[in-house]
């Protein structure tokens, strides 16, 4: 089904003004080597009971990256050093007191009674979150797993007007008396809570508890690795790269060059609406796979081009040209778009930290590319071929 150049121009330039929006709204966050960021190197703790395993440095570095994703902080560098640390770097930190307690503590959630017998832990939980009462105090609202909630609902009809205490790291934080039997395996904590503390307790519940305890050893600020110098040489080579490309489209394919700038400037817009959007972190290898994925979408413009102008040479006219030339050149646009995603998709799924970065800006890149060369220049020439100027002024246009 063809769609009337009119409706898709109308497309294009919503979502060019939702793209130009979030850019002006949302900030940009950047990695450890543009921004900085703190380091903490903890260190698993030897207690009773508690082997310090491989397996338990894993499954403890396991829960940390949990509690960081639900902080918010994105493309965390977490990984072992030696037999029993854990170094933990989080790029543009704001708040690393907060970050700090979130990732040390233990977070070993008990529920006992009376006795003080331990009758659930926190490995019954299925879910948490933060809740306010009628008068607007915080609280968080725990769900229970299908056993936890059986087991809990035996214990509550058996003590009906008792107490039970409930503990985090051994320390009481809230101790309410069972008013009726709680049957579905959902309750509320309180503890007269601040939001923060309830947000941090809602997601150290979530997250759950460290398979071994740690002890911060190590905690310093990170200056950016890459200086100001470097940075400003980087964003001048960027701006001098992409002039260059723009005056070689145009002396090369004149106004289908003009076109093809306008589409990538539209692509520019849209590949950084997209990162901001998602809340990436960008590092200097995602800039880089940003730049890349720029040089593909000028690639597959080129492409494009020097068909149009094949099938304008059989004395076709600029419109047929215009189809002919997309048509025949999608097939291999497609080919070496889909290849570079499979090496993308491998270096996401065998790499870590900058690597996935490089990985997602230059997949997400391609994707977009691809739509700004196949929709947005072919809309824009529809659009201009339609004009009286440009139906027989050929050499202009650049057939």
């Known amino acids: 089904m063809n769609i009337r150049p009119e409706i898709?121009?109308?497309?294009?330039?919503?979502?060019?003004?939702?793209?130009?929006?979030?850019?002006?709204?949302?900030?940009?966050?950047?990695?450890?080597?543009?921004?900085?960021?703190?380091?903490?190197?903890?260190?698993?703790?030897?207690?009773?009971?508690?082997?310090?395993?491989?397996?338990?440095?894993?499954?403890?570095?396991?829960?940390?990256?949990?509690?960081?994703?639900?902080?918010?902080?994105?493309?965390?560098?977490?990984?072992?050093?030696?037999?029993?640390?854990?170094?933990?770097?989080?790029?543009?930190?704001?708040?690393?007191?907060?970050?700090?307690?979130?990732?040390?503590?233990?977070?070993?959630?008990?529920?006992?009674?009376?006795?003080?017998?331990?009758?659930?832990?926190?490995?019954?939980?299925?879910?948490?979150?933060?809740?306010?009462?009628?008068?607007?105090?915080?609280?968080?609202?725990?769900?229970?797993?299908?056993?936890?909630?059986?087991?809990?609902?035996?214990?509550?009809?058996?003590?009906?007007?008792?107490?039970?205490?409930?503990?985090?790291?051994?320390?009481?934080?809230?101790?309410?008396?069972?008013?009726?039997?709680?049957?579905?395996g959902v309750g509320v904590i309180t503890g007269r809570f601040t939001i923060d503390e309830a947000q941090k307790l809602a997601i150290l519940l979530r997250a759950g508890a460290l398979p071994v305890p740690v002890k911060v050893i190590e905690n310093r600020t990170i200056d950016p690795t890459l200086g100001r110098d470097t940075m400003e040489a980087a964003y001048k080579a960027g701006i001098i790269g992409a002039i260059l490309v723009i005056v070689f489209m145009i002396l090369v394919f004149r106004f289908l060059g003009v076109v093809a700038d306008i589409a990538l400037l539209i692509y520019i817009v849209l590949d950084l609406a997209v990162l901001k959007l998602l809340n990436a972190t960008l590092t200097l290898p995602g800039i880089a796979g940003i730049i890349l994925s720029i040089g593909m979408a000028v690639d597959a413009n080129c492409l494009i081009f020097a068909r149009m102008r094949e099938e304008y040479m059989q004395k076709k006219t600029p419109m047929a040209s215009l189809d002919a030339g997309f048509r025949n050149a999608l097939r291999a646009i497609i080919d070496s778009n889909v290849t570079t995603l499979l090496a993308a998709l491998i270096l996401f799924y065998f790499g870590t930290g900058p690597i996935r970065g490089f990985a997602v800006t230059l997949s997400l890149g391609v994707v977009l590319s691809m739509f700004t060369s196949i929709i947005v220049t072919r809309t824009l020439l529809e659009n201009l071929l339609s004009l009286p100027l440009f139906k027989k002024a050929t050499k202009l246009l650049g057939l």
């Open 8 to 184: 898709k121009s109308a497309f294009i330039v919503l979502i060019v003004g939702a793209a130009l929006w979030i850019l002006l709204t949302f900030p940009f966050r950047f990695g450890l080597d543009i921004k900085g960021g703190i380091r903490v190197t903890l260190k698993c703790q030897r207690t009773e009971g508690v082997e310090i395993t491989d397996d338990a440095v894993r499954r403890t570095i396991e829960v940390i990256r949990n509690r960081i994703d639900q902080l918010g902080v994105t493309e965390p560098s977490i990984y072992k050093e030696g037999t029993d640390k854990i170094v933990v770097e989080l790029p543009g930190i704001e708040d690393p007191e907060r970050a700090l307690e979130i990732i040390g503590q233990t977070a070993l959630l008990e529920f006992k009674d009376e006795t003080g017998k331990t009758i659930l832990t926190g490995s019954a939980l299925k879910t948490a979150k933060v809740e306010f009462d009628q008068v607007g105090q915080p609280m968080v609202r725990v769900e229970m797993n299908p056993e936890g909630a059986k087991i809990f609902a035996d214990f509550t009809s058996k003590n009906v007007g008792k107490q039970v205490f409930i503990l985090l790291d051994g320390k009481v934080i809230s101790n309410p008396v069972i008013k009726e039997p709680i049957t579905e």
